[in-house]
Antibody, heavy 121, light 109 residues
C-alpha cells in the first residue's frame, strides 16, 4: 500500500531553518511528483511547490522563492522540504502530497500525515 | 497576485443538493486550469475527490461530481449525507504553479 511518512514535529526559533522529510513506500518513488502544501492552524491550504523525484526538477510558489528548497534522495525514496529564514507566520502543518506526472494527472491521491512546525522565540 | 475564491460557507439539508464554486481572479476557469477538489475533516489531512474538472478517484462517492459552470469550477453534491460536513478546497493550475481556493465550510443541517 502507498504510504508517505513524514518526520516529526519541530520547534524552531525565528530566523532558523527547518527540513521536513517525506518517505515514500508502496510505489515507484521516481514515477510521481511530490508537492508540498502547508496549513496554518485554523486556516486554509497553501501550495508551496513541487519536485520531480526522477530529475530533481523543482518549481516553487512565488512567495517562497529564495526561501524554500525541495530535494530528494532516491536511494531511500525520501523527499525533503527545507524552509529558511523562518518567521512566526511559518508555523503550520506541512504536508507532502503525491501527484501523477503531467498536468492532467491526479493531484493528492496520497498525503503524508503532516509535520507540525512551530516557530517561537 | 492570483486569488482563487470559494464561498466561505454553505449550509445544506440532508438529502439535498449543493454546488460549491471556485473562481479565478484572472478570469474564467477553463480546462487549462485542471481543477481539483479536496475534502478535509477536522484533524485529518485533506482527501482528494475530483481531478481534472470531473474525474473521480476510486474512493469518491458517486454523489460528488465536478464541472465547469458559468466560468467557474464547480463541485456538486447530490443527496448530501451528514458525513459530508467538512471543509472543501479547490485547486487550480497557473502555468507552473498551483493555487488553492480559500475553502468552503459545508454544514449539513
Amino acid at each position: 500500500q502507498v504510504q508517505l511518512v513524514q518526520s516529526g514535529a519541530e520547534v524552531k526559533k525565528p530566523g532558523a531553518s527547518v527540513k521536513v522529510s517525506c518517505k515514500a513506500s508502496g510505489y515507484t518513488f521516481t514515477s510521481y511528483d511530490i508537492n508540498w502544501v502547508r496549513q496554518a492552524t485554523g486556516q486554509g491550504l497553501e501550495w508551496m511547490g513541487w519536485m520531480n523525484p526522477n530529475t530533481g526538477n523543482t518549481g516553487y510558489a512565488q512567495r517562497f522563492q529564495g526561501r524554500v528548497t525541495m530535494t530528494r534522495d532516491t536511494s531511500i525514496s525520501t523527499a525533503y522540504m527545507e524552509l529558511s529564514s523562518l518567521r512566526s507566520e511559518d508555523g503550520a502543518v506541512y504536508y507532502c502530497v503525491r501527484k501523477e506526472m503531467g498536468l492532467s494527472g491526479r493531484v493528492g491521491d496520497y498525503w503524508g500525515q503532516g509535520s507540525l512546525v512551530t516557530v517561537s522565540s | 497576485q492570483t486569488v482563487v475564491t470559494q464561498e466561505p460557507s454553505l449550509t445544506v439539508s440532508p438529502g439535498g443538493t449543493v454546488t460549491l464554486t471556485c473562481a479565478s481572479s484572472t478570469g474564467a476557469v477553463t480546462s487549462g486550469y485542471y481543477p481539483n477538489w479536496f475534502q478535509q475533516k477536522p484533524g485529518q489531512p485533506p482527501r482528494a475527490l475530483i481531478y481534472n474538472i470531473n474525474n473521480k478517484h476510486s474512493w469518491t462517492p458517486a454523489r460528488f461530481s465536478g464541472s465547469l459552470l458559468g466560468g467557474k469550477a464547480a463541485l456538486t453534491l447530490s443527496g448530501v449525507q451528514p458525513e459530508d460536513e467538512a471543509d472543501y478546497y479547490c485547486l487550480l493550475y497557473y502555468g507552473g504553479a498551483w493555487v488553492f481556493g480559500g475553502g468552503t465550510k459545508l454544514t449539513v443541517l
